[in-house]
T-cell receptor, first 112, second 107 residues
Framework: NAGVTQTPKFQVLKTGQSMTLQCAQDMNHNSMYWYRQDPGMGLRLIYYSASEGTTDKGEVPNGYNVSRLNKREFSLRLESAAPSQTSVYFC???????????FGPGTRLLVL | GIQVEQSPPDLILQEGANSTLRCNFSDSVNNLQWFHQNPWGQLINLFYIPSGTKQNGRLSATTVATERYSLLYISSSQTTDSGVYFCAFSGNTPLVFGKGTRLSVIA
């Protein structure tokens, strides 16, 4: 079991470029989440998918879109990257919504 | 909105010492989790504990829902316990994370 995997591990973008962060889990979990972590802060929820076929906004959704591609995969897209989106992005999953969450290794994104 | 406050913000311990980390939350709790982020950034779930007490080795946690706080106890600390400890809480909304307690254990 790989658990939760994320790609890429590190990315540098120029302002205005777009990219998609990929997340996959092999634990047959129903719920998946995207967080961002900024220095000195806790994690803030961007979007979540309580179950396959549903997505909902979290605390900081502006500038992002998500797709729950299937039960395993949940992607996060930045359409036009801004320096304020420089952060570490974590994907997580849980068996049911709000239950014990398991995190991926993170993607470190730098927007210049 | 929902508030999650953790204390202390920073803690330095000698190896072998015990510590207590606190998490206060502002609303009725449905869900409370404790996480450890190691110095390499990996996040590990320690406890899912909306109420009561749980123990896992040298770690234990207690949530007193009626008084809106949770405690994480670390006994006989080791250098591998270093990192940031987060609590995350939800009432009827998705989890909200505190800003964490940064623990440094010195040999």
């Amino acid at each position: 079991n790989a658990g939760v995997t994320q790609t890429p591990k590190f990315q540098v973008l120029k302002t205005g470029q777009s990219m998609t962060l990929q997340c996959a889990q092999d634990m047959n979990h129903n719920s998946m989440y995207w967080y961002r972590q900024d220095p000195g802060m806790g994690l803030r929820l961007i979007y979540y998918s309580a179950s396959e076929g549903t997505t909902d906004k979290g605390e900081v959704p502006n500038g992002y879109n998500v797709s729950r591609l299937n039960k395993r995969e949940f992607s996060l897209r930045l359409e036009s990257a801004a320096p304020s989106q420089t952060s570490v992005y974590f994907c997580a999953s849980s068996d049911e919504f709000q239950e014990t969450q398991y995190f991926g290794p993170g993607t470190r994104l730098l927007v210049l | 909105g929902i508030q999650v406050e953790q204390s202390p913000p920073d803690l330095i311990l000698q190896e072998g010492a015990n510590s207590t980390l606190r998490c206060n939350f502002s609303d009725s709790v449905n869900n409370l989790q404790w996480f450890h982020q190691n110095p390499w950034g990996q996040l590990i779930n320690l406890f899912y504990i909306p109420s009561g007490t749980k123990q896992n080795g040298r770690l234990s946690a207690t949530t007193v829902a009626t008084e809106r706080y949770s405690l994480l106890y670390i006994s006989s600390s080791q250098t591998t316990d270093s990192g940031v400890y987060f609590c995350a809480f939800s009432g009827n909304t998705p989890l909200v994370f505190g800003k964490g307690t940064r623990l440094s254990v010195i040999a």
